[in-house]
């Protein structure tokens, strides 16, 4: 499928509020094929997903946000996506990794199995704002939010923990605000 | 520009070797202008980077490399991208988030600061990903490193951690191993 990189990068904004329109459940579908292609570490892909779309659910992720501008973003949003980790990760190598015994390159270590989860999910929350983004639709990242009661809510006696909550779907122009400033290639990188 | 989700995913793969030929510095200022694009909480925008192309830094870089294929891949790869986090984030938050004084959002909490360092910098890494391949690069990313030897070398009396380590240039189709299996969208996902 085509795209550009104006789409992707250098146009797209985050979302402030959307134009009225469902997100169907094959687009989210659609959204995942592609994120899950990302690299990760020995291919450990640990994000974990939750798609909030029905007026219940809706509600009781809001309830979970910061009070405020992150409750009304949720309640307004088509779509929004609860991306977590998978602390349990490990279970899964076996299928992902079949080459080698990669569950042995965190036996015994906890600290490298959480630490592996958290960064590896986070990588693949920057696939998911992009993919998304290719498939048209505007994504409105938040760290405002109960994760505790995020993970009770949708992810209770499980291993899954929230990271990051995003609305998705058709951005309204009319919401943003004007772009904050970047740092310069000079400030942020070094040539060696 | 113009791209495609199956040059940026699901043709995409993680490049293990590279084809002849040199990344021009007006490349890497090309890529870094598609990166720092991506939404980051209060547009923090922790992520450093160093590209690492001249013989001397490249042999420097791949002594800090696990031993073994990751120091070859260093040594074979046109350029080598440090991807790291700046600790000191906050110090440019007048100049990234001008509306208010998000400095007093981690005042006094330098877990918090961490944890935004480097829960951001690695979603800006999944954008450099993508934005390389949209650029036309493969990429190679990689965590075997020495960490301590890697910033002792190329970001000396910094506040800025290297988190990952990933060649760039155009990957050699014939050194792919077989791709590993993904999860379905039923294992990683739910609808709510």
């Not at 219940?56 to 405020?68: H, I, K, S, T, V």
């Amino acid at each position: 499928m085509q795209v550009s990189t104006e789409q992707l990068f250098t146009d797209a904004r985050t979302a402030r509020g959307y134009l009225p329109g469902e997100v169907p459940d094959e687009a989210l579908r659609a959204l995942y094929d592609l994120v899950k292609f990302g690299p990760t570490a020995g291919n450990c892909t640990p994000l974990r997903i939750v798609f909030v779309r029905t007026p219940e659910g809706r509600e009781q992720l809001a309830r979970c946000m910061n009070p405020g501008g992150n409750q009304a973003k949720v309640r307004a949003a088509p779509v929004t996506a609860v991306l977590g980790t998978d602390l349990a990760f490990t279970d899964w190598l076996p299928t992902l990794y079949p080459s080698t015994d990669a569950r042995a390159w965190y036996a015994g270590n906890p600290a490298k199995t959480h630490d592996t989860a958290v960064r590896n999910a986070h990588i693949q929350i920057g696939y998911f704002i992009i993919a998304a983004r290719a498939l048209g639709l505007d994504a409105g990242p938040m760290g405002g939010f109960d994760a505790g009661a995020v993970d009770a809510a949708f992810w209770p006696s499980t291993p899954c923990r929230s990271l990051v909550v995003c609305t998705l779907g058709r951005g309204d122009p009319a919401r943003l605000h004007p772009r904050d400033p970047r740092l310069s290639f000079d400030q942020a990188c070094l040539l060696r």
